[in-house]
């Protein structure tokens, strides 16, 4: 299983893979609001379960393409930070089959303290900033 990385700054979404899949990818994709399954989720604030990625119209088949690696199912949740949604969290292609119901929600109770972590790392870096 592979995670994508979004984080959200004003009306667009840099998006990635972790550091050892970036080789491939390299720098992060950047999407608009809205665009993609990420984009959907970022923007409806709803977390997703597709079981056919290439028959959901919301995919995004760049990725794919860029990375050389076929999404076929997906899990997408949003990062939320008091109300706010502030990105998204997506993983590929279970290992052992598609996602289910149970996986959506194991994804979507890590989103809240991944959120919750990438918000105090955004407040301690504005605050060094200042300084």
Do not use: Y
Not at 64 to 89: N, W, Y
């Amino acid at each position: 299983m592979r995670h994508r990385w979004c984080c959200w700054t004003g009306s667009r979404a840099i998006c990635g893979l972790p550091p050892r899949c970036r080789g491939r990818v390299g720098r992060g994709k950047r999407l608009a609001l809205g665009q993609g399954i990420v984009g959907w989720v970022v923007e409806h604030g709803q977390p997703l379960l597709i079981t056919d990625a290439k028959a959901d119209q919301r995919h995004f088949p760049n990725f794919d393409e860029v990375s050389k690696f076929t999404a076929r199912t997906l899990l997408c949740a949003p990062l939320q930070v008091k109300g706010q949604t502030i990105g998204a969290i997506e993983s590929i292609n279970k290992a052992t089959g598609p996602f289910d119901e149970a996986d959506l929600r194991l994804l979507t109770l890590l989103a809240g303290p991944a959120a919750a972590a990438i918000e105090k790392c955004a407040v301690v870096r504005t605050g060094a900033a200042r300084d």
